[in-house]
């Protein structure tokens, strides 16, 4: 990674057991590392120059259980949130029925913690979901998510969903399409379901993977426009964009905002009078959207 941001692996291999994951199998059992050395960790990385902190594992909301038996996430981030130097903390992988309101109101109350959260849910489907050992079902998440929102200002959620799933048929997908509808999650990416070898999910039916690959098309250009609605949403506003580098082609530089995670997300593309270095913090006005990604002019007040 460049030197303003880089990721904090906070726990490795994985307990959830889903029928379709042969990351269990590969990598063991869930191991959360010592909070005293990711701290130790985060305060190196931010002695060296890191902006943005990016805390991963499989399940990052079940960080501490099998080690203190109890979950620390939320402990972990407010500690996090004290290191000087890290201005943005950006959380991935948080399993939807670990989320306690104890670490929903840490995301909201710390400044740091970027309002942006990566919650893979596959589907939304019931019975897709019980086949799949995924805990959790659609009433759940149909509350979940506007919690979420009402505690979080400014959410922005990001999800990963399976198209052809064992037991999807058509009313099985167009439910997942009316669910994304609704809640109109900003970030959503959709994968081909693919049988992996010795998982439970490879021997069950599942369909055929031209039809899988239709459905995965439908849900990426049912999410484009749910996309395009967000970023137009943001013309004429002031955001604050992380400076990641110069495009000779377009001759503008270009970063991302907190809604936009590295190498997945949209870039914003933007004019300046001065050349910023990669890791500063700018203030750009919105002007314009293009392919998912925004356009706008840096303002006086830079942060």
């Known amino acids: 990674t460049p030197d303003y941001y880089?990721?904090?692996?906070?726990?490795?291999?994985?307990?959830?057991?889903c029928a379709f994951c042969v990351i269990p199998s590969l990598r063991g059992k869930y191991?959360?590392?010592?909070?005293?050395?990711?701290?130790e960790e985060a305060k190196l990385l931010a002695n060296d120059g890191v902006k943005e902190l990016i805390v991963i594992a499989q399940d990052t909301s079940r960080y501490g259980i099998d080690l203190y038996g109890k979950r620390r996430l939320s402990e972990l981030l407010?500690?996090?949130?004290?290191?000087?130097?890290?201005?943005?903390?950006?959380?991935?992988?948080?399993?939807?029925?670990?989320?306690?309101?104890?670490l929903i109101d840490t995301i909201a109350q710390e400044e740091k913690i970027c309002s942006y959260l990566d919650i893979p849910l596959q589907h939304c489907n019931d019975g897709i979901l019980r086949h799949m050992n995924r805990r959790g079902n659609k009433a759940y998440l149909d509350w979940l998510i506007p919690h979420l929102r009402e505690k979080i200002p400014n959410l922005v959620l990001r999800t990963s969903l399976i198209a052809g799933l064992p037991g999807e048929g058509e009313a099985e997908f167009e439910e997942l399409c009316q669910f994304l509808k609704k809640h109109r999650m900003?970030?959503?990416?959709?994968?081909?379901?693919?049988?992996?070898?010795?998982t439970p999910a490879a021997q069950m039916e599942y369909p055929d993977r031209e039809v899988a690959e239709k459905r995965a098309e439908i849900i990426t250009e049912l999410q484009s426009r749910i996309m395009d609605d967000y970023n137009e949403s943001l013309v004429g506003k002031k955001v604050e964009v992380l400076v990641e580098g110069y495009d000779r082609l377009a001759e503008c530089q270009f970063g991302r905002t907190y809604a936009d995670s590295p190498e997945i997300d949209g870039m914003v593309f933007f004019t300046a009078e001065q050349r910023f270095r990669p890791g500063q913090f700018v203030m750009v006005t919105i002007e314009e959207t293009m392919d998912g990604n925004l356009i706008g002019t840096v303002v006086e007040d830079h942060a």
């Open 31 to 39: 191991r959360s590392r010592r909070f005293e050395d990711l701290i």
């Open 78 to 102: 407010r500690e996090l949130c004290r290191i000087d130097g890290l201005h943005w903390i950006r959380v991935h992988y948080l399993y939807p029925d670990e989320m306690d309101e104890e």
């Open 186 to 198: 900003e970030r959503v990416g959709c994968f081909v379901f693919s049988p992996e070898e010795g």
């Open 6 to 17: 880089a990721y904090l692996k906070i726990a490795e291999g994985c307990d959830n057991h």
